[in-house]
């Protein structure tokens, strides 16, 4: 997904990366609708904007569709965190209330960070699956000191 594509040779090239059905917005959006005109407008930066205007407009199969044996509970959170625009996805502090976490959630073992996090992968102005690779293999690391170098 942006910026990360499937070829690097046709990096700006938009309408070749949204040709391909394994393109991971591609599934995103065969399964939940492309994005309304405003969700798209609301996008910060001008190139991915532009990107996504180059996938075909669909509706999507739905969450229902593809996960029929999942509980109404499971589509309804997904529902409710898989919004293409942020600001109308719900908040975490709402979400850990769903009654999905009923029977697993320890509030008292919870913690809130100080400030908002940041990932350093987020700042790369060129990430490419190398690096991106490499950097979820650092984090893991802090969690897992024995995982084996790449």
């Known amino acids: 997904c942006f910026p990360l594509s499937p070829d690097?040779?046709?990096?700006?090239?938009?309408?070749y990366h949204t040709r391909g059905k394994h393109d991971q917005l591609n599934m995103i959006f065969n399964l939940l609708?492309?994005?309304?005109?405003?969700?798209?407008?609301?996008l910060e930066r001008e190139d991915a904007r532009r990107y996504i205007q180059c996938f075909a407009p669909r509706d999507?199969?739905?969450?229902?569709?593809?996960?029929?044996?999942?509980?109404?509970?499971?589509?309804?959170?997904?529902?409710?965190?898989?919004?293409?625009?942020?600001?109308?996805?719900?908040?975490?502090v709402n979400l850990l209330e769903h009654p999905l976490f009923g029977e697993i959630r320890e509030p008292q073992k919870e913690t809130t960070a100080d400030g908002y996090i940041t990932l350093e992968f987020e700042?790369?102005?060129?990430?490419?699956?190398?690096?991106?690779?490499?950097?979820?293999?650092?984090?893991?690391?802090?969690?897992?000191?024995?995982?084996?170098?790449?």
């Open 33 to 42: 609708g492309t994005p309304p005109k405003e969700d798209i407008e609301q």
């Open 60 to 92: 999507g199969e739905g969450l229902a569709a593809k996960f029929p044996f999942a509980e109404r509970e499971s589509h309804d959170i997904l529902d409710k965190m898989l919004r293409f625009n942020p600001k109308q996805r719900e908040q975490v």
């Open 123 to 150: 700042k790369e102005p060129d990430l490419d699956e190398d690096l991106l690779r490499q950097y979820f293999c650092q984090e893991i690391r802090k969690y897992h000191p024995d995982m084996p170098e790449m």
């Open 8 to 15: 690097h040779k046709h990096k700006t090239d938009y309408r």
